[in-house]
């Protein structure tokens, strides 16, 4: 019988392999959808559509931090109420003098497909693994409706990072073409939260704020922590802190790491603005979000032909 005990290392079972995360593509056409899920649990779902992450769950894959709408369209009809749609390259509606005039709200990024570019994952026997996903959105891509609105050659790579430590996401902006163009980027971030009325954020002391409830007035935060009592729609700009948190009864729920951007929209449409939403469903679910939507909206972005731009988040879950 041959000696096994001398067969080559090559052939050995491997011994202590830590299990790698899954990443699966599921779905047709517009409702094409990638999740990704860590060994330890935790997952995160990506709608082709918009590249919107429509669920990002941490603790095991127990808790759900992002809030969608019952009534949000996951079919590509309309962009994602709720999750984390990205707004490029226009936030809110677009100025009348500017090149992005005729496109719509928000822009198209969040309303075009992007292509699944690939997975990288990093695995140790520490379970301290991660998966990133990249998706892209180039020019090409575009309907020739946002085309002809907005005539650049441009690249987008978006990487959505699913570690335990939080979810990390961050654009990647490119000038492909040979004009110079301006840009915002925004990416609106539903956090799903118990009860709105015990809500409450900090790290925005002393920021300056124009506030579109109040006829796009501009003021100063003045307390250090904010609580959300009614609709809230501020656009709160160069913050010199990078961190926001999100309490629940005063403990810390979220903490949102703003990464090479400066810019923090807290929005909450409250009972009035949610019933005027078509989408928006339940009702009453404005309780149980609050937007914090980091970007760079304050002002424009300018790429020269050839350049790049990077910013994003990492959003922490606290529990
Ligand atoms: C926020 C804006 O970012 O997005 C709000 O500050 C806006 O003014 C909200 O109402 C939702 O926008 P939309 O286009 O998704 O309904």
Request: net charge negative.
């Amino acid at each position: 019988m041959a000696n096994r005990s001398n067969r080559p290392s090559a052939l050995n079972a491997p011994s202590a392999a830590a299990p790698s995360p899954e990443v699966d593509i599921s779905g047709t056409g517009a409702s094409s959808k990638v999740t990704a899920r860590l060994p330890s649990g935790e997952s995160v779902e990506v709608l082709l559509y918009g590249a919107t992450v429509i669920s990002w769950k941490s603790d095991g894959g127990k808790v759900e931090n992002l809030w969608v709408s019952d009534a949000a369209k996951l079919d590509g009809t309309k962009a994602v109420r709720g999750g984390i749609p990205v707004v490029f390259p226009v936030f809110g509606p677009p100025p009348k003098d500017h090149a992005t005039s005729a496109l719509p709200q928000h822009g198209f990024a969040r309303t075009s497909r992007w292509e699944f570019l690939g997975k990288s994952s990093s695995e140790d026997a520490l379970d301290a693994s991660s998966v990133k996903l990249d998706f892209g959105l180039y020019s090409s891509n575009l309907s020739d409706e946002a085309k002809k609105a907005w005539p650049y050659d441009f690249g987008l790579v978006y990487s959505v990072t699913l570690s335990k430590e939080g979810l990390q996401t961050v654009v990647n902006v490119r000038n492909e073409g040979t004009k110079v163009f301006e840009f915002q980027l925004l990416l609106h971030t539903y956090l799903r939260v118990k009860d709105i009325s015990k809500t409450t954020v900090t790290g925005l002391a002393g920021v300056p704020y124009v506030d579109k409830v109040l006829d796009a007035t501009t003021h100063t935060q003045s307390s250090p922590t904010l609580s959300i009592t009614g609709e809230v729609d501020r656009v709160y700009a160069s913050i010199p802190q990078d961190t926001t948190t999100v309490l629940e009864d005063g403990k810390p729920r979220f903490d949102v790491v703003r990464d090479n951007v400066d810019d923090t929209v807290v929005w909450n449409p409250w009972k009035e603005k949610a019933a005027a939403l078509s989408d928006f469903e339940p009702k009453d679910g404005f309780q149980q979000l609050l937007c914090v939507e980091v970007g760079s909206v304050q002002g424009w972005q300018k790429l020269e032909a050839g350049d790049g731009f990077e910013g994003g988040q990492l959003i922490k879950s606290l529990l």
